[in-house]
C-alpha cells in the first residue's frame, strides 16, 4: 500500500494535499468529529455558527479563546514536516487545509490555502477592521480578557475570523483551490471525514478528472469511496513512511 501511493506520488506532475483536523491529533488540537471534539457541554458545531454568536457572544468568544489559547501551545507534526519535505523535494504544489490552526504555515509550507480561515485574526463584520491579535505580543493579554472584543474603529463587537456552519466560504481562497485541484493529477487526502462541502468537492475535483487520491485516516471517510489507495493509520506515521517510499523510489 505504502509502496503503491509512493509510485503515484513519485510519478505525478501536479499533486496537491487536503487536510483535515486529523492532521493535527497528534499535535494534540482535538478533532470536530471524534471523540475527543468536545469543549465542555458544547460539540464545536453548536458554537461554531452565526446564529450561536448572535446568541450569546461571551460563550463563543469563551470556546474561542480557549481553543485559541490550546492551539497556541501547540507544535506541527511529522505529517506537517513531510508536507513540507515534499514540497521542498518539488513534488507537491501546494496545501489546501480545512483547519485554522496555522500548523502547515508553522512547519514551513509556502503554498498554502487556508480554506476556513484561520484562528489568530479577527475581524469586524460592520466595518472590515482586521488583525493578526499574535502581532505585537498581545495574544496572553487578549486571552487573559474575559469580555467580548470590540472593535477599536467603530465599536462593535468583533467576531473570529473563521467560517463557521452556515456562512459562505472566502471567495479568493475558494476559487484557489479549485483552480489547483482542477490542474492536480493527484491529491493527498490527510485526517479529514470529508463530509463539510463545498470543502470536500475538492477531492472529488481531482477524480473526476481522472487524477489519482491518496487517503490517509485512522478510519473511513466521505473520501475513501473514491481512494486508489488508503492507508489507514495515524498521519504522523503514515507520512513518515511514505515520505521514506518516496525517497526509496525516486533514489531507487
Ligand atoms: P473531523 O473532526 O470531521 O474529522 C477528522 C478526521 O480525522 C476523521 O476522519 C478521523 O478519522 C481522522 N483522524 C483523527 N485522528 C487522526 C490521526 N491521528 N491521523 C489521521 N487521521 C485522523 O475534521 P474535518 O474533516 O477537518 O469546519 O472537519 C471539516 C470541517 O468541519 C472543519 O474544518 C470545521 C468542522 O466543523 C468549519 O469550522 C467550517
Ligand atoms: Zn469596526
New binding site residues.
Given amino acids: 500500500m505504502l509502496g503503491e501511493a509512493a509510485r503515484l506520488l513519485a510519478r505525478s506532475k501536479f499533486a496537491i494535499a487536503f487536510?483535515?483536523?486529523?492532521?493535527s491529533?497528534?499535535s494534540g488540537v482535538p478533532?470536530?468529529?471524534?471523540p475527543d471534539?468536545l469543549w465542555g457541554h458544547y460539540r464545536?458545531?453548536e458554537l461554531?455558527t452565526p446564529e450561536a454568536f448572535e446568541r450569546d457572544p461571551h460563550l463563543v468568544w469563551k470556546f474561542y479563546r480557549w481553543r485559541m489559547g490550546l492551539i497556541a501551545g501547540v507544535k506541527p507534526n511529522r505529517?506537517h514536516y513531510a508536507l513540507v519535505e515534499l514540497e521542498r523535494m518539488g513534488l507537491l504544489k501546494a496545501v489546501i487545509t480545512?483547519?485554522?490552526d496555522d500548523l502547515h504555515r508553522k512547519a514551513g509550507n509556502r503554498n498554502l490555502i487556508e480554506?476556513?480561515g484561520n484562528i489568530f485574526h479577527i475581524r469586524c463584520p460592520s466595518c472590515g477592521y482586521h488583525k493578526d491579535i499574535r502581532e505585537s505580543g498581545r495574544l496572553d493579554n487578549f486571552l487573559a480578557q474575559k469580555e467580548v472584543p470590540r472593535c477599536p474603529e467603530c465599536g462593535s463587537v468583533l467576531r473570529p475570523d473563521?467560517?463557521?456552519?452556515g456562512?459562505p466560504l472566502p471567495r479568493e481562497p475558494l476559487k484557489g483551490a479549485f483552480s489547483l485541484a482542477g490542474r492536480a493529477d493527484l491529491v493527498l487526502v490527510?485526517?479529514?471525514?470529508?463530509?463539510?462541502y463545498p470543502?470536500a468537492y475538492i477531492p472529488y475535483t481531482v477524480w473526476e478528472n481522472g487524477g489519482s487520491v491518496i487517503e490517509?485516516?485512522?478510519?473511513e471517510?466521505g473520501i475513501t469511496p473514491i481512494a486508489d489507495v488508503f492507508l489507514r493509520?495515524?498521519?504522523?506515521e503514515?507520512m513518515d513512511g511514505l515520505l521514506k517510499k518516496v525517497r526509496g523510489v525516486l533514489n531507487g
Avoid: D, M, P
Fill in positions: 487536510t483535515g483536523a486529523g492532521i491529533a497528534e478533532t470536530f468529529r471524534g471534539g464545536a458545531e461554531a505529517a480545512q483547519n485554522v480554506l476556513h473563521v467560517v463557521w456552519f456562512e490527510i485526517g479529514t471525514s470529508g463530509v463539510v470543502a490517509v485516516n485512522t478510519s471517510s493509520g495515524k498521519s504522523g503514515v
